[in-house]
């Protein structure tokens, strides 16, 4: 009979994985900050044409309009895409825009838009949402705010509700009361509220305890679940590991590895086979005024508009029963039978709202308190929005001819969502600049990250914002 043998592991081990783990970053960092230099003469000739382009039109091209009442915009999450295009968006109508983000982003490269006229940056909420709120009051009166849209992190979208009630004494702010927002970003409230309404979402369980789900019976289930934190989780998000797993041990191993408590409490839901759809949509007192819809994915990077009446119904029918004011947007899983299960909620702006980069309606959708005869949806003659570093990364998985020919397909048919001829140079300082420096920082603490999003502009890492 065999016997088990015991071995202790050294505790001179532990150090070196440490050291291990730091050598793997700094090449890793160094490697990329060796890419993105390459690439610098590049972009930098593509931007300094583009200048020169945008010189040579407006000898020969008429200034644009002004509103004929433009007001003093604030816009916050100054790192992320969507921010920018929302400001472009604004710009355009002859709005003038004020960005802001928190002091860590004071790097954005998006400050340096045409579309921007000053930059500031404030607390973040999460660590005093007093000095939060009190940096946003300042901004509101120095630039005489009229309206405050908050383009919010996940984190910062509950902050921005509690900032609503001493902000609204100054200006109108464009987004929910906190209890509103808690629900919406609430994962397992969303679902409930939504199946209060008559409308269709997954059976979902909380979770504040790891043995619920070893417990649980899945016998009796028809479909898989998966497990999802209802707070943010910019990594485990995307791990959609199926349960049970093929041996009760397994599931057991797996649940116990995560960090489930009464203080973070996670969400059991049933897995639907389907199509996973994403939306956007601008909403004012229970009207949908913009509306959005794309294909998505887990490590969303890509957008194109779809018609989907049923999703946009399902919508219209949520934020008019709670009389909704602000942005939400929706995960939704399309089953073969057509049904429309929305999965989860987010209380804030999607950047699927890139498609609307050439809408000269955006503006009025936010602002106008005039009801629209129909919601705002892309234009038919839009391109699919990317972001062209994370194309030129998806070089490294192309197998064959035909994935080639795909990936050519899509490059030419969609538009970049930073670059624009007209503003060029976010383009070039968004990744010169303020991934460039993210990461040098990381460097300079021999940090490791898990990817760059480039979309949201910043290095997603365990632990992160």
């Known amino acids: 009979m065999a016997q088990s043998v015991s071995l202790s592991v050294p505790e001179s081990i532990t150090p070196l994985k440490g050291v291990r783990t730091k050598i793997v970053a700094l090449f890793k960092t160094l490697a990329t900050l060796a890419l993105l230099l390459i690439a610098l003469p590049i972009n930098g000739f593509v931007v300094l044409l583009s200048l020169l382009w945008g010189i040579v039109r407006r000898l020969f091209t008429k200034k644009p309009g002004f509103a004929a009442h433009p007001q003093n915009i604030l816009v916050s999450g100054g790192k992320m895409t969507k921010a920018l295009q929302l400001a472009r968006s604004f710009h355009a109508a002859g709005h003038r825009v004020i960005l802001i983000e928190g002091h860590k982003y004071w790097l954005s490269g998006h400050r340096f838009s045409n579309a921007v006229s000053r930059f500031y940056t404030v607390p973040t909420p999460q660590d005093d949402p007093e000095a939060y709120t009190q940096a946003l009051l300042e901004i509101v009166k120095q630039e005489n705010i009229d309206v405050y849209v908050p383009v919010s992190s996940p984190v910062a979208s509950y902050y921005d509700s509690l900032a609503k009630s001493a902000l609204s004494e100054y200006c109108e702010v464009f987004h929910f009361d906190a ?36 417990n649980f019976d899945f016998s009796k289930e028809t479909r898989k679940y998966i497990l999802k934190s209802i707070s943010y989780d910019s990594v485990r998000r995307l791990n959609l590991t199926k349960l ?162 795909t990936w050519l397909k899509n490059l030419v048919r969609g538009t970049d969502a930073v670059y624009r001829m007209d503003d060029p140079i976010p383009f070039l300082t968004l990744h010169h600049w303020q991934i460039t420096l993210l990461l040098l920082k990381n460097l300079q603490q021999l940090k490791g990250w898990v990817k760059i999003d480039f979309n949201i502009g910043k290095l997603v890492e365990l632990g992160g914002d």
């Open 244 to 405: 049970p797993c093929d041996t009760p041990e397994e599931t057991a191993a797996f649940v116990k590895s995560l960090p489930i408590n009464p203080e973070k409490p996670w969400i059991m839901q049933e897995f639907i086979p389907g199509k996973e759809l994403c939306t956007h949509s601008t909403v004012r007192d229970g009207e949908l005024r913009l509306h959005c819809c794309s294909n998505s994915s887990a490590f969303q990077i890509n957008y194109e508009n779809v018609e989907n009446p049923q999703i946009r119904e399902w919508v219209q029918h949520f934020v008019k029963s709670l009389g909704l004011t602000g942005q939400v947007s929706l995960d939704i899983i399309q089953a073969e039978d057509g049904t429309a299960y929305a999965i989860e909620c987010n209380p804030r702006t999607h950047s699927a709202i890139t498609m609307f980069y050439n809408h000269p309606g955006v503006a009025e959708a936010y602002l106008g308190k005039t009801p629209l005869p129909a919601p705002l949806e892309p234009l038919t003659n839009s391109k699919p929005t990317y972001w062209i570093y994370h194309e030129i990364w998806r070089l490294t998985g192309i197998r064959s001819g035909k994935q080639l020919q």
């Open 179 to 214: 209890d509103i927002t808690k629900m919406l970003d609430d994962k397992f409230a969303f679902t409930d509220q939504a199946r209060s309404l008559g409308l269709s979402v997954p059976k979902s369980f909380k979770i504040i305890d790891p043995e619920q789900v070893i």
